[in-house]
């Protein structure tokens, strides 16, 4: 099994947990939201903790709530991410090339404060843009074709756009596509495909079509609502979806990235139907993603396969 955290998240660091919250820096600015799997307890104080915060997420239910600022900060603000091989991970070379690297290969993102706790990124996925960026970079094709589910602002499907993919970017949420294309802008690229669609609809007519990409990547939520009203259950569907995913992959060049992020969805749950599913000589790559937290925690955020 691979435990992997980012590295090199120059603009974002989880600096405590515990008593189920996080206490984050994006940029700046630092938040404290709600965390069900930070189960154990605040190595910081809260005093500490209020002393840091610009704002504080405060639930209202299950799903939603309000941020209270406690410090003067923007709704809205931008952070940028480096991916790995460009100029931010590495600290060789000239200060010219290092430069000139960086700004070809930052990617940039607009965050908010959103009634739904999230600020619009997931930072864990570092790791897996890299994946991404690098699997691309790899393939002998030009342009290689790939597909990215639940695509949420488009983090995955930026990384693989740097690395010069063709990219159909999918989400059934209107307004989280619109967001997806402002980071697509603010990252300087363009020409991706947006489609909004429950992903399961999608795939079925994909395959309908003959359809083949070169690599497909998956970050499906537990449940969820296509824009139809369509069901999703992680649990119920994600064997039958992963089995029509196989058909859609190129025989020889391709890549996947599968991450789930659900509470008691194990690792082995994802070793199992990757082993069953996806027929590859390449070995798979099946484990955690965690923040590592200033304070020495590790944060459990999903569990993913890929190879």
Do not use: C
Not at 59 to 76: A, F, H, I, L, Y
Request: a neutral charge; glycine letters at 6%.
């Amino acid at each position: 099994m691979h435990f992997l955290t980012p590295q090199h998240f120059s603009d974002y660091e989880l600096i405590d947990s515990g008593d189920f919250e996080k206490l984050e820096r994006w940029g700046t600015y630092i938040t404290s939201r709600p965390e069900p799997q930070a189960v154990w307890s605040k190595n910081l104080s809260q005093q500490e903790w209020n002393k840091m915060m610009h704002v504080k997420f405060v639930p209202k239910n299950s799903s939603s709530g309000t941020w209270k600022k406690v410090k003067e900060m923007p709704d809205r603000w931008n952070v940028e991410y480096g991916l790995e091989g460009s100029g931010s991970s590495s600290g060789s070379g000239s200060k010219g090339h290092t430069e000139r690297s960086r700004s070809a290969q930052t990617l940039n993102f607009r965050l908010a404060l959103t009634s739904f706790k999230h600020v619009g990124l997931f930072p864990e996925q570092a790791v897996n843009w890299d994946f991404i960026y690098s699997s691309v970079k790899k393939l002998k094709t030009p342009q290689p074709r790939v597909l990215n589910l639940f695509a949420y602002t488009g983090a995955a499907s930026l990384a693989a756009k740097a690395a010069g993919a063709d990219i159909t970017h999918l989400d059934s949420i209107k307004q989280v596509v619109t967001w997806a294309r402002e980071n697509m802008e603010l990252s300087n690229l363009d020409n991706i495909r947006w489609v909004v669609e429950d992903a399961v609809t999608f795939v079925k007519r994909e395959l309908k079509r003959g359809k083949k990409y070169h690599g497909i990547i998956l970050d499906p939520p537990a449940f969820g609502h296509g824009p139809n009203g369509e069901n999703w259950k992680l649990e119920d569907q994600i064997n039958d979806l992963l089995k029509m995913v196989a058909q859609l992959l190129e025989e020889e060049e391709k890549f996947l990235v599968l991450n789930t992020y659900s509470l008691g969805f194990s690792s082995l749950i994802i070793e199992n139907m990757m082993n069953d599913i996806f027929k590859t000589k390449t070995e798979k790559q099946i484990g955690e993603i965690y923040l590592q937290s200033r304070t020495n925690q590790k944060l459990p955020l999903g569990v993913f396969g890929r190879f």
